[in-house]
């Protein structure tokens, strides 16, 4: 058995609707990670995920590279985004029982990295709960550590852009030899995986359905997607 918590980052979009229809009929629960201005784009669909019962966490204001700007500016995109979804789930008539972060590009904010991380605890941000995580990669990296929700296998489906060279064939074939940055060696009996994928409409111009392509395909290699649980008030994590 293979276990993954399935992520999707960026949204809004104007897919968002068909995208969440399509993991209400296949049951699968998804961690979305949310940019602020896509949720200005289209509140609407974002309120159209929480009722479908998805999760929707902060990704930014912005989606800046947390490394290239000042904390203050940081902490600023974390608060933008955090006040958006404040509201957004207000609207939705959903209670927000979990307040996960991920950072843009899985960048954890260079030489503040730390002031991040007990930022993040500090106020009550929601820990991915990563104990079942088997890769040997994530704790030697200290990632059982962070609060952020990085990823131990990424489709990186989003590389798929005209003229990139990068293709669908690409993504499968990481889907079967596993992501080496985080060693997610995808496939392997026994494991448990943060999945990432991205809710972009210029990969579905390239790539029609690319979404229900790797869930299929990875669902009909073994992965059970499982519900995201969570460690709220982790200050006890610092
Ligand atoms: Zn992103």
Known sequence: MIEAVLTIDDIASANTPALVDYLVEKEIPAL???????????PEYVVYALQHGMIVGNHSYSHPDFA?????????EIEKCEALLDDIYKKAGVERKFRPFRFPYGSKGGENKDKYERYLGNKGFSKVDDRKITGSLWKEK??????????????????IRPESGFSMDDVMKRVHEGDPENGGMLLEAGTYHIILMHD???????????????????????????????????????
């Open 68 to 76: 290239e700007i000042s904390y203050e500016e940081g902490v600023c």
């Open 200 to 238: 972009h409409e210029e990969t579905l111009a390239m790539v029609p359905d690319y979404y229900k392509i790797m869930l299929e395909h990875v669902a009909e290699n073994g992965v059970t997607f499982v519900k995201p649980e969570f460690y709220v008030n982790t200050c006890e994590w610092i």
């Open 142 to 159: 200290g990632l059982d550590k962070d609060i952020d929700t990085l990823w131990t296998f990424d489709f990186a489906e989003y590389r």
């Open 32 to 42: 979305m990670f949310a940019v602020g201005e896509h949720i200005e784009k289209f």
